[in-house]
């Protein structure tokens, strides 16, 4: 099976917004209930008209952006993959015993800001998750022995991942950008860090004791069941979680003063691949400024865009274009990836891109075009809640950046403040020379 | 053993109806009605796919597919189509298969009216514009000549199986064709394509959710207006019967050595023995769970990959999800093992590691206990697979394809009635575990050759040591002799690869 994609764009897009949002109201349709246990662990739960089905999310607020000292990148995503194996009392035969019997679909992720640990099964199992679940958070233990064979499935994960380009070329991309900020290195890590994980085994015991507390994790519930039954439950598996104590220094970057540039080439077949990053704010539910680099992407790089239209549908100059920047905790980068058909025209498409950035720095987006964008935007959100799983997923995105799933009404309630002054004066801020990383990729042996 | 809860998941989609109406005036219309679903989906299915290439202008199907999926009406341009989706967050989505091409479309009924309205007009009044047409055609060929040739061993390493297990057989070519059969397509190639294929009889309209009924008729009035006319069924030949161990080793640049390996088996959807061998094969390698056999000695216990799973039909995951993309019907089948990449010092020993397994699978079966987790397990699981209504609608459409009752509701039916026997004797009418072809995408793909051909020892390397039951098992596996057919076995350039 072959599958296109209509608008490649639409992947990269971070989730917002929703529908039916009428001035002053929110824009997530469903209530959140919220419960705060002593020891600091939150409770979201979301009634959804799933029957007989529940989405269980455990989130935890670290991510690749935690891994602060030298030698050590990947370890969030590795520490993910040992959280599978068992505690005393459900060894990891026995917790995935326990999850077949219930047949549930059960999974984990990493991302620079979080790691995310879900399961979707019957409602009627909602206890037996919540044990197993509670378990390992509290009691995880392994051996040496298995930490090291684990190191090898994330080699094998780093070997899948780097058969494409892309992961090449967007490691180096933030790599290049970054010169302090633990945003350098993406959520897999560095190649030689991956190599050393073998050897870490004493640092795996130091990541879980610091950011397996209940005061830096949230449990997610969305779908059918029993409020009261629910709290009953969270009080009885995770009452007991000790608080941890301790406090991440994390080294920011000063601003970027000189354009830096890199190119790369590729020992298998590619066509060349530019991607071009520029430092950004931080997410924010009082600021507009994220938000509105949101508005940007969409303006410049949506399949509605004059650059879009000029560079893929009429000259047909490159496969694909994206920008966007995605919502993190610490300032992020706006990425713009864009596959070119002939080697030639790398830096026609290249100025064809500052062009369509220096347009908005001084002509005022039209109040249609904002129009037309915020609708994009409502009903991007409104079909994405189109099963517990996605709803859940959605609340955990928006809980890890703040603390608080409801951050997203109140970034939704930003954009409806967003001039075309704003617009204009955020592109001028960020997107210049001296900010810009770009990095060019192509394949060996190209003139 | 802990106890087993009842599942209730008894109703997921409640108040759906279900219904295929087949018309004299317009196509045949496949129904999933959900009142309260502000979510519609519809999913035209087209009976034609890369099985109905012609000679020489393969892809061309394909390529037909994409020209009209992303390209322009009658009335509006490619760009002008885009710009009306835009603010509805609305999608279109061609896929297209050997058997069946499918056009998927997701709307927000506050828009379904103008949404039907291009949705229609693309597949009734395509535009066929040169630049619509030249952008879809360079898409499909530099996803095999750059993509899949430089910067995706996991899909080149199944693309490679399926053009080495179906040699001479219609499903030789990979979906989009071959770069030269790409090629030699014209516009008016795909104009002469669409006039033939695009027929009322052979098309199919699914819709899923809260839709208008009078949607219905309007859409039995519009594609009435097709022309009539129906494919002849093409027939498919029977793959070659394969003789021991035969590999295709495919050489290029490449980090990790990733390996695909299977064989065809007469089995679909249609016959009763493919629940029984759906259990057999969750028990032995569900994907991406770390219930099957396969992911647990491999990675579990070795750290050889990130997974290696198994298949008992063409297989492809639904984007994030780590369910099967529904609505890639076929009518022959393949069992399938995929070992992810592993690092090329330990590629021979994971073959050999594998086709251990396989035999002691086939040879040894399941045991009572391990049968009765394993069902438990599938009824469940599979209930998941339809959270929501456009992966249902495709589950339904499959089922229509193969002639058989709804696909989720028939696995539950046939995994109760089934008995331990009816499981091993699966197993061993479908499985073996000497005959199999192999793919092998490999950096050095020559010393990996001849190593194997040589049946050498090829001990695992471990970066730590591993408990003693291993080690000792490696000692077995590390030898485990594979009986290859040299004369049948071959090396070749990746660049040769999809070519014609």
Redesign the interface.
Known sequence: ???????IL?FFVPLLLV?RSEEGSKIFPYQINQVTLDNGLKIFSVPF?????VAYYTVVRTGSRNEIEPGLSGFAHFFEHMM?RGTEKYD?DKY????????????AFTTDDYTAYHT??????LE?IMDIESDRFMNLKYS??DF??????I???Y??S?????MTIYEKLRETAYEKHTYKHTTMGFLKDILDM?NQYEYSLKFFDRWYRPENCAVIVVGDFDQKKLVELAHKYYGNWKRGSFTLNLPLDPPQKKEKIVNLT??????PILAIGYHGPAFSTTEVEMPTMDLISQIVF???SPLY?KL???K?LV?FIEGSQGDSRDPGLFMIFT?I?DPKNISLVRDEIYSALEEIKNKPVTDEKLS?IK??????F??GL????AVASKLSHYYQLTGDPESMNKVYALYEKITPDDIMKVAKKYFTKENRTVVTLV?EGTK | MKTLKILLIAFLFAGIIMTNINCAKGPEISELYQADSPLITFRVELKAGSINDPKGKEGLNALTSLTIGQGGTKDLTYQEVLDKLYPWAASINPQVDKEVSVFVGEVHKDNLDGFYQIFSDLLLHPRFDESDFNRSKDLLLNHLKNTLRGTDDENLGKQALNFFMFENHPYRTTEVGTVQGLQSITLDDVKEYYKRVYTKDNLKFGIAGGYPKSLLDRIKEDFGKLPSGKLAEITLTEPAPIQKMEILFVEKPARGTAISMGFPIKLTRQNKDYYALMLANSYFGEHRTFNGVLMNRLRGDRGLNYGTYSYIEHWVQDGHLRFQLPHTPRRHQYFSIWIRPVQPENAHFAIRNTMFELKKLVEDGLTEEQFEATRKFLINYSKLWVQTSSRRLGYQMDSEFYGSKFFIDEIEKELKALKLADVNNAIKKYLNAENIKVAVVANDAASLKEAMFNNAPSPIKYSSPVSQKILDEDKIIEVFPLDINKEKSKLVKVEELFEK
């Open positions: 099976m072959f599958r296109f994609t209509f608008a639409l529908a008209p799933s029957p007989g089905i599978f990891k995935n015993e326990i999850l077949k019997l219930m047949g549930a679909d059960n999974n979707l099964a019957s409602s009627a199992e037996t040496e022995e090291k064979t684990e190191a090898g499935a080699l094998g994960e070997n899948k780097f058969s494409s380009p892309f073998p590729w020992k298998a077949k590619t066509l949506a399949p509605t239209n893929v549908v009429e047909q496969e596959r058909k037309t609708s994009y935007l409502k009903y991007n409104a079909m189109n099963n517990a799983d394949e």
